[in-house]
C-alpha cells in the first residue's frame, strides 16, 4: 500500500500562489494522516531551467517555511512539492501533489499600462454615468499563455471576446488608494483567439469616486476620474511576446448603467445594451470615443493578501406576497448582503424597480435604519424576450424585497438573492443542545460574512459600512476561529499603519474618510485604537504568522507610546475624548457612549492590556529590551489604574458589570481582589435580571470574567436569557443576524428610535468565541495550535455540545456528552500537533495526534 503524503504546499496566506506579490513566498503544508510528528522534510522547486532538491532538512516545521531556492522574478512560475520524515520514521513519505506559485509583477518598471477612463467632461459634482473601456488586437500566432494584470481607479469588471475575467465582485476592494491599490493576476490564455480579439471592462464607481459616508456622503474621495489599469501580456507559442495595456489607442463609450453607487443602487437601461460590445464586432457603434489617460504610480500597485469578494451562496425566497397595489414583498428567510438576480420579461422601457430591507414594520419595508442609502436597483427593459440581470457595482443588506412594476405574477423561480463577502475558507463550527444557542451562532456567522467585504465593515446596509477599528478588535477571536481571515485582516492592518497619525493616533475607522464633527479630526480612542496591539496579536496565536505580527509592531508600538505620553507620570488615561462602554444599554439612544463605566477607567484598562500585549510581541520577535520596557510599564499601568478605581471597599468607581469584567480579564486586579470582584461581577449580573448590562467594551469579557471567578452558573444564566436585553432576545424576534444594539427592535415589534439601528452588526456577537473555547471547549495553547487545550465546561442545562475548527495544521475537534453523572468526549488531535484534556473534576490528560474517547468516570477512578 501507497504511504499517505502530505497536502499540496500552500503559499503565504494565498488561496493559490497565482500573482503572488512576494518573490520569496513562505510555504505551509499539513501533514498525511497518521504521520503524528514530523522530523524533517524535503522540498522539491521545479523551474523551466530545472529541479532543485533541499535534501533533508531537520525541523518540525511546516508552517511559514521559509522559500528555499533563488527569489522569483516578476511572472515566473514555479512547482513547489514536498515530503515528510514522521517522526522516528527511516523513510519519508510520498511527495505530496505538486502546486504551482507564480510571481506577479514585483518590479514598478514591469508596469507599462496608464490609467484610462471616458475622455468626455463629467460634472464632478454630480451623478455620472459610468463608462466601458476596450480596444480591439490581433494575436497572428498560436498562444501558449497569457496574463492580464488589472485593477482600476474605482470599480471594474473585464470581458475579452465577450467573455468575463474571473468572477470577483466589486474588484479591486477598498484599499487607502494613494498607498496601495491592490491588483490581480488572471489566467486569460483560453479567452484568446488566434486572429481579432477584443478586450474591455466596465466601470464603476465604488470607494473611489462615489458618494460615501455620513450625513449625504462625500464625492470622489480620491478622485473624480473612472479609470482602468490593465496589462495583457501574451507569450506565444514561439516564445516570443505581446503586451497590450492601458493607453491612448483605448476607446471609451457610455455603457448601459445610468447610475450607480455602492449606497444608491443601480439603474440598468437594458435597451442601450450591446451584447457583444467587447468583442471585435462591437466595434462598428459610433459612441466609441477616445480615452482619457494619466499616469499611476507603479509603485503603490501591490498584490492581494487574501481572497476577493466573491458570490458565495444563491438563497431562494421563502414566501412571496402581493399587496393590494399590485407590488411584490418578496422574504429570503435570511438576513444577508448581497444583491438580487432576476429573470423577466416584458415590453421595451418597461422599468422593474427593487428595494431592499433588513427588516418589516407594518408589514412594509423598514428603511429609516438606511438613513440615505437608498438600496435600490432599477432594470429598464429592452422588450426582446426574457433576460437574466444582476446588479454589477452595489451591494445591499437585506432579507425582504419589494418589487415593483413586475410584468405578471413573481414566482419564486424567476428571483434569487446571492450572498456576497470575501471569498473566505470556512474554518469554525458550533452546535449543542440548545436551539437558541445554535441560531445564535448561526446568526454570528451570517453577520461576520455579510461585513466582511474586503474590509471589516459595521454594518453593510446603511450610509456607512466603514473599517470601524472597535468592532474587530474585540471581535477577531470569533471571527480568526470561524473563517480563514488572517490574508484579509493582514491587509486591512497595512493599511490602519498606514492612516495612523503621526502621533500613532489610531483612527476610529479605516480607510479613512470625511467625518465631521464627531469623528474628524480624529482623536485617539482606548477599545479602537488597541486593534493595532490586540489584533495582530489574535492572528499570531491563530495562525502562527510571525512576520504578520513583526510587519505591524511598529505600528502596535506607536500606539502605545502615544498612549503612554497622553497619560503621563501617573500611568492613568484620564483626558480626552472617549467612547467607553459604547452601546451599553443604559445608555439613551441618542448618546451611546453615555454608558456606567467611567470612560476613563476603561482607557486605562487598554493601556495596560496593550502595553502588556506588546511586550508578549517584542518577546515573540526576540527584541528582548522592548518586551522588558514595555512589561514593565504595563505594570505601572496596572499599579496605577488599582490605586485610582480599586475603593477600600474593594469595589471599583465605576460598579458596573463591564468595569468588573474588564478589570478581571485584562489582569488589572491582585489575587486578593479577583474573588471580591467576581463575586461582586457575579451580583450585578442578577441583580439585573441575568440580562445583558454591558456595551462593546464589557461584552465580550462578561462570560470569561465569571467563568475565571468561579461563577460558571451565571455565565450560563447570562448566554440562556431570552429577555431583553440579551444575546437571545434577537432570536426570539426572529433575527437571523446578530443586532447593533440589544434593543434595535423592541418586543412591540417597533423600530429602535435611535439613528444607529442596524440588525446587522457582528460586535455583540463576540460572545461566539467564549462558545467556541468554554462550551465547546477547544481554544489555542501555543501560536498556530501547535499545542490545543481542550476544556469543555458544561453547564445551564445544556447536554452536548460539538465544536470543530480547521487549523493550520488539519482539524482539531472536540464533542461532549452528558450521561447521568458521567461526560463523555470525542477528541481531535490535528498531526503535528499536541494537546491537554481538562475535563471537570479529572486530572489533565496528554493527548497526541488522532482521535481519542475519554470518559470522566473512568478518568476519575484511574484517579483513584
Known amino acids: 500500500m501507497l504511504s499517505p503524503q502530505p497536502a499540496p504546499v500552500s503559499f503565504e496566506n494565498l488561496p493559490d500562489g497565482l500573482g503572488t506579490g512576494t518573490p520569496t513566498p513562505r510555504l505551509s503544508w499539513k501533514l498525511p494522516p497518521g504521520s503524528g510528528l514530523q522530523d524533517a522534510y524535503e522540498l522539491e522547486l521545479v523551474r523551466p531551467g530545472g529541479r532543485v532538491r533541499t535534501g533533508r532538512v531537520e525541523s518540525r516545521d511546516h508552517l511559514f517555511v521559509p522559500w528555499p531556492g533563488r527569489p522569483l522574478v516578476s511572472r ?82 473585464a470581458e475579452i471576446n465577450g467573455r468575463r475575467v474571473g468572477d470577483e465582485a466589486l474588484a479591486p476592494g477598498w484599499t487607502v488608494y494613494p498607498a496601495r491599490l491592490r491588483y490581480r493576476t488572471h489566467d486569460v490564455t483560453e479567452h484568446l483567439v488566434r486572429g481579432a480579439n477584443t478586450i474591455g471592462a466596465w466601470l464603476g464607481d465604488g470607494w473611489y469616486r462615489g458618494k460615501y459616508g455620513f450625513d449625504g456622503g462625500t464625492r470622489n474621495i480620491y478622485g473624480t476620474d473612472q479609470s482602468l489599469i490593465a496589462q495583457l501580456e501574451v507569450t506565444y507559442a514561439d516564445g516570443t511576446t505581446a503586451v497590450v495595456a492601458t493607453d491612448e489607442t483605448w476607446s471609451a463609450a457610455p455603457g448601459p448603467i445610468l447610475t450607480s453607487g455602492l449606497y444608491e443602487g443601480e439603474t440598468f437601461d437594458a435597451r442601450l445594451d450591446t451584447p457583444d460590445w467587447a468583442t471585435p464586432a462591437g466595434r462598428t457603434a459610433a459612441e466609441w470615443s477616445a480615452v482619457r489617460t494619466a499616469d499611476r504610480d507603479p509603485r503603490t500597485l501591490v498584490a492581494p493578501q487574501g481572497p476577493p469578494v466573491r458570490c458565495t451562496q444563491e438563497v431562494p425566497p421563502v414566501s412571496i406576497s402581493r399587496t393590494a397595489d399590485g407590488r411584490h414583498l418578496v422574504d429570503f428567510g435570511q438576513n444577508l448582503v448581497g444583491r438580487l438576480r432576476i429573470t423577466v420579461d416584458g415590453p421595451a422601457g418597461h422599468r422593474v424597480v427593487l428595494r431592499h430591507a433588513e427588516v418589516l414594520q407594518d408589514g412594509e419595508l423598514a428603511t429609516r435604519p438606511l438613513r440615505e ?66 441560531r445564535l451562532h448561526e446568526n454570528v456567522v451570517w453577520s461576520m460574512r455579510g461585513n466582511f467585504v474586503d474590509i471589516p465593515t459595521d454594518c453593510p446596509q446603511r450610509d456607512e459600512r466603514l473599517g470601524w477599528t472597535g468592532d474587530i478588535q474585540v471581535f477577531a477571536p470569533t471571527a480568526s476561529y470561524l473563517y480563514d481571515c488572517v490574508g484579509m485582516l493582514d491587509s486591512w492592518l497595512a493599511d490602519v499603519g498606514l492612516e495612523q497619525l503621526p502621533d500613532g493616533t489610531v483612527p476610529w475607522y479605516v480607510p479613512v474618510i470625511p467625518g465631521e464633527p464627531m469623528w474628524t479630526p480624529i482623536q485617539p480612542g482606548a477599545a479602537w485604537g488597541d486593534v493595532a496591539t490586540l489584533t495582530p496579536w489574535t492572528l499570531y496565536r491563530r495562525f502562527a504568522d510571525l512576520e504578520l505580527l513583526r510587519r505591524h509592531y511598529p505600528t502596535a508600538r506607536a500606539w502605545v507610546d502615544l498612549m503612554t505620553r497622553l497619560a503621563g507620570p501617573t500611568r492613568l488615561w484620564d483626558t480626552g475624548f472617549q467612547l ?52 514593565a510599564l504595563a505594570d505601572e499601568v496596572r499599579t496605577a489604574f488599582r490605586d485610582r478605581h480599586v475603593l477600600p471597599s474593594g469595589r471599583l468607581s465605576s460598579d458596573s458589570p463591564t468595569a468588573y469584567a474588564i478589570a478581571l480579564r485584562f489582569g488589572l486586579l491582585t489575587e486578593q481582589q479577583r474573588r471580591p470582584a467576581g463575586d461582586r461581577l457575579a451580583e450585578l449580573v442578577l441583580a439585573d435580571g441575568a440580562r445583558i448590562a454591558t456595551g462593546f467594551v464589557g461584552t465580550p469579557l462578561i462570560c470569561d470574567a465569571l467563568t475565571d471567578t468561579g461563577h460558571l452558573d451565571i455565565a450560563y444564566r447570562l448566554l440562556l436569557q431570552t429577555e431583553c436585553p440579551s444575546w437571545l432576545y434577537p432570536v426570539t424576534m426572529d433575527a437571523t443576524t446578530v443586532w447593533e444594539r440589544w434593543d434595535s427592535m423592541r418586543p412591540d415589534g417597533t423600530l429602535n428610535p435611535g439613528g444607529m439601528t442596524s440588525f446587522n452588526h457582528y460586535a455583540l456577537g463576540a460572545v461566539a468565541d467564549w462558545l467556541h473555547r468554554v462550551v465547546g471547549g477547544i481554544s489555542e495553547d501555543a501560536p498556530g495550535y501547535r499545542r490545543i487545550l481542550f476544556r469543555p465546561r458544561p453547564g445551564g442545562g445544556i447536554t452536548w455540545a460539538r465544536t470543530r475548527h480547521e487549523t493550520p495544521h488539519g482539524t482539531a475537534e472536540l464533542g461532549w456528552n452528558l450521561r447521568s453523572d458521567r461526560l463523555l468526549v470525542e477528541v481531535t488531535v490535528p498531526e503535528g500537533c499536541t494537546g491537554s484534556v481538562e475535563l471537570p473534576g479529572c486530572r489533565p490528560v496528554s493527548v497526541g495526534p488522532g482521535h481519542h474517547s475519554l470518559d470522566t468516570a473512568e478518568l476519575t477512578e484511574q484517579a483513584a
Open 373 to 438: 442609502a437608498h438600496a435600490t436597483d432599477t432594470l429598464i427593459l429592452a422588450g426582446q424576450g426574457s433576460r437574466t440581470w444582476e446588479p454589477r457595482f452595489t451591494l445591499h443588506g437585506f432579507r425582504y424585497a419589494e418589487i415593483t412594476g413586475w410584468p405578471g405574477e413573481l414566482t419564486a423561480d424567476s428571483v434569487v438573492a446571492r450572498v456576497h463577502h470575501t471569498d473566505m475558507r470556512r474554518t469554525g463550527w458550533f452546535e449543542c443542545s440548545d436551539p437558541l444557542v445554535n
Open 580 to 631: 467607553g462602554d459604547w452601546l451599553d444599554p443604559a445608555a439613551p439612544p441618542d448618546d451611546p457612549a453615555a454608558g456606567r463605566t467611567d470612560r476613563y477607567l476603561v482607557a486605562t484598562a487598554y493601556f495596560a492590556h496593550s502595553a502588556h500585549h506588546l511586550a508578549l510581541a517584542a518577546g515573540e520577535l526576540g527584541l528582548t529590551p522592548e518586551a522588558e520596557r514595555y512589561a
Open 76 to 157: 515566473e512560475s514555479v512547482s513547489v512539492r514536498v515530503r515528510v520524515w514522521p517522526a522516528g520514521a527511516e523513510r519519508p513519505t510520498r511527495w505530496s501533489a505538486p502546486n504551482v506559485v507564480e510571481a506577479g509583477l514585483l518590479s514598478p518598471s514591469d508596469w507599462g499600462a496608464k490609467a484610462v477612463g471616458p475622455g468626455w467632461y463629467e460634472d464632478p459634482d454630480a451623478d455620472r454615468r459610468p463608462a466601458r473601456v476596450r480596444r480591439d488586437f490581433v494575436l497572428d500566432r498560436p498562444v501558449s499563455r497569457a496574463r492580464l494584470y488589472i485593477t482600476a481607479h474605482g470599480l471594474y469588471e
